[in-house]
């Protein structure tokens, strides 16, 4: 089991930057591929970043390739998402999500965390 809580979240202007983190318990969060989806008012969870348990494995929607990083740091328990050059389309409900393995993290992840709000504003 792993639980999991984000927070960085909030108000930026377009062109802006904000960093996400997410801390997860459990001993194991090592093991654990993470991930980023969001959802947009209106639109369906989408799939935003992964990364694998060492950090030798990263995937991005197209949208955000070039703009935002996912990063984690296993001695702390943590998965980032640095997001830079901020458009008012990405303002979503940002998930962090986890799985053993970063291919069902990237469309199937089994746990969740509770959400942060970004807004960009334009």
């Known amino acids: 089991q792993v639980q999991l809580v984000e927070s960085g979240g909030g108000l930026v202007q377009a062109g802006g930057s904000l960093r996400l983190s997410c801390a997860a318990s459990?001993?194991?969060?090592?093991?654990?591929?993470m991930g980023w989806f969001r959802q947009a008012p209106g639109k369906e969870r989408e799939f935003v970043a992964a990364i694998n348990w060492s950090g030798s494995t990263r995937y991005y929607v197209d949208s955000v390739k070039g703009r935002f990083t996912i990063s984690r740091d296993n001695a702390k328990n943590t998965v980032y998402l640095q997001m830079n050059s901020l458009k008012p389309e990405d303002t979503a409900v940002y998930y962090c999500n986890a799985d053993t393995d970063i291919s069902t993290v990237r469309f199937r992840p089994r746990y969740w965390g509770q959400g942060t709000q970004v807004t960009v504003s334009s």
């Open positions: 459990g001993r194991t969060f090592s093991s654990y591929a």
